[in-house]
């Protein structure tokens, strides 16, 4: 059984949301700090916030104001809620768990498990 699935990846223009949902099996999320990386052409896999095990969140500058992360520790489930996409913010976005840390990790290779991605595609 795959521990992360995503969903709600889409194609939307410039300006549009988007909210993606993370389920998790096997994990736990209320123990764990939960993480959404997006990776877009030509970059490395970059971390845009997490959420750790009590529901602190972290995000990145250049995300700030527009995503939210939250969790639904009763259904297991992570959230990314995207406001004002952006045309080179396409890419594949997965959610991660980094089992056993209380904090979340800026870095992918600290993150135990992972989705298989879901594609987001911003036109102009």
């Known amino acids: 059984q795959v521990p992360l699935v995503e969903s709600g990846g889409a194609s939307v223009q410039t300006g549009g949301s988007l909210r993606l949902s993370c389920a998790a099996s096997?994990?736990?999320?209320?123990?764990?700090?939960m993480a959404w990386f997006r990776q877009v052409a030509g970059k490395e896999r970059e971390r845009v916030g997490g959420?750790?095990?009590?529901?602190?969140?972290v995000y990145s500058e250049s995300v700030k104001g527009r995503f939210t992360i939250s969790k639904d520790n009763g259904k297991n489930t992570l959230y990314l809620s995207i406001n004002n996409l952006k045309p080179d913010e396409s890419g594949i976005y997965y959610c991660?768990?980094?089992?056993?840390?209380?904090?979340?990790?800026?870095?992918?290779?600290?993150?135990?498990?992972w989705g298989q991605g879901t594609q987001v595609t911003v036109s102009s």
């Open positions: 959420i750790t095990g009590n529901g602190g969140l």
């Open positions: 991660a768990a980094a089992v056993g840390r209380w904090i979340c990790p800026p870095l992918a290779n600290d993150y135990t498990y």
């Open positions: 096997e994990i736990t999320t209320s123990n764990h700090c």
